[in-house]
């Protein structure tokens, strides 16, 4: 499985973006997609994530301010980031995990969000 994240940049506070990943691959083996963060000095955390039934878990950091969504015939997945803090800077990561429980992961794309 390979990903592929894009939407990152700069945003000023209160503002939105939309982060997009596609999968290619064997995508009919991914059970759960994400996004993950990773700021400056400290460990990355998981944002949100969304099962192939639709199930969907978020960090409550950012509860009613992102949504996240998935495509699972196109193998995509997208979070829409509202209302977004200067503590959302971060390089965002696209996760995949498989039935078999094996990790994926994309890129990284930088989001910050500063005055």
């Known amino acids: 499985v390979q990903l592929q994240a894009s939407g990152g940049g700069m945003v000023q506070p209160g503002g939105s973006l939309r982060l997009s990943c596609a999968a290619s691959?064997?995508?009919?083996?991914?059970?759960?997609m994400g996004w993950y963060r990773q700021a400056p000095g400290k460990q990355r955390e998981l944002v949100a994530d969304?099962?192939?039934?639709?199930?969907?878990n978020y960090a409550d950091s950012v509860k009613g301010r992102f949504t996240i969504s998935r495509n699972n015939a196109k193998g995509t997945v997208d979070l829409q980031m509202n209302s977004l803090k200067p503590e959302d800077t971060a390089v965002y990561y696209c996760n995949a995990i498989t039935y078999g429980e094996v990790n994926y992961w994309g890129q990284g794309t930088l989001v910050t969000v500063s005055s």
């Open positions: 969304i099962t192939i039934g639709s199930r969907t």
């Open positions: 691959g064997s995508t009919l083996n991914i059970n759960v």
